[in-house]
């Protein structure tokens, strides 16, 4: 594949899944009014052809997403894999991935999968305590994801995880915990999600009633830049953080730490709190500093707005950014200006 994760998504809103989680309005998260058919698939893939580089397009997933894709209907589950056959046999897309539940990758479906093409599954765990997943209505236990994810790794598929932060009854130390468990699987890919509060869902009730308080936006950006330079520092790419933009997640949105940016807020905020260390480690406050960062990252060490400069003045260090190709990524050098 190219450098960029490439998915070309279609969505199957709730289609599978037995449960209502508290969190969950996939309408709202994916902007679907209705399930894809063949001809779509045939549609979103003709159409990432005409947009995309023919070396991005090849290098792309089709990618199932929303619903339980291994729980649905098995007839319409064989139409939509059918419909990506040829494309599979012209290499024109790279391979097919699913999301799916934890208690749905039985070894039949799954080597219907791997027959059809299917390269990558994700598993929606969003928590490895067994508390929260109750609480939560999520309808599966911690024990089940370790076993899903065994079972899809020994087929060989590619395994992505999902995980949240900030669902009732969970604490940033329970993030903290799922994360250090669901790296422990060794997943090839991540994706985190901050809970939003989203109309028609358990948790808006619960929201509205006042048992139910949301992380604020800064609470999550702090966790989830935690989470994410564990995940760097593990070698596993995080391809998702926060809820994409678009869909109809502004429309619904009711409460918490939606941001249509939201991954470079956690990454500039990794860069100020390393800025800030090695400020503090070789300069006295109230120094004119020079800060070194590798050149594709200039942008996120500065912070959105100029922020993070803002906040280091605001520590008593005004900072200048120069681009240093001998740094590494989240690496920052501090010193003196000249």
Not at 326 to 336: D, M, P, Q, T, W
């Amino acid at each position: 594949m190219s450098g960029k994760h490439i998915n070309i998504a279609l969505f199957i809103p709730h289609e599978g899944c037995p449960h209502q989680c508290s969190f969950c309005n996939q309408k709202s998260i994916s902007g679907a009014l209705k399930k894809p058919r063949a001809a779509d698939v045939s549609a979103a893939v003709e159409t990432a052809m005409r947009t995309l580089r023919t070396r991005d397009c090849a290098g792309a997933q089709l990618a199932f997403f929303g619903g339980s894709f291994t729980a649905i209907d098995r007839a319409y589950m064989r139409e939509l894999l059918d419909a990506a056959q040829p494309y599979l046999e012209r290499g024109q897309i790279a391979g097919i991935r699913v999301s799916t539940r934890p208690d749905a990758v039985e070894t039949d479906v799954l080597s219907l999968l791997k027959q059809s093409g299917v390269t990558a599954i994700e598993l929606g765990a969003q928590s490895m305590d067994d508390r929260v997943l109750l609480q939560n209505g999520r309808g599966h236990t911690a024990r089940e994801v370790e076993s899903a994810a065994r079972r899809i790794r020994e087929m060989g598929f590619e395994l992505g995880l999902q995980m949240m932060t900030g669902l009732p009854g969970d604490t940033p130390a329970g993030a903290e915990n799922t994360l250090c468990q669901l790296l422990s699987l060794e997943p090839d890919t991540m994706r985190i999600y901050p809970t939003i509060v989203l109309e028609g869902t358990l948790l808006a009730k619960q929201y509205l009633s006042g048992t139910y308080l949301p992380q604020l936006l800064e609470e999550a950006v702090s966790l989830c830049a935690s989470l994410l330079l564990r995940c760097e520092e593990a070698g596993v790419p995080v391809i998702r953080l926060g809820l994409h933009a678009g869909g109809d997640v502004e429309k619904g949105y009711i409460a918490g730490p939606w941001h249509p940016a939201f991954r470079e807020l956690c990454e500039g905020e990794i860069y100020y709190q390393n800025a800030l260390y090695a400020l503090r480690e070789c300069l006295p406050e109230g120094s004119k500093a020079a800060l070194r960062v590798a050149p594709h990252c200039v942008s996120q060490m500065a912070g959105q707005h100029r922020r993070n400069l803002k906040r280091l003045k605001e520590q008593g260090f005004d900072c200048r950014i120069a681009a240093d190709a001998g740094c590494k990524k989240y690496e920052v050098k501090a010193g003196r200006q000249i």
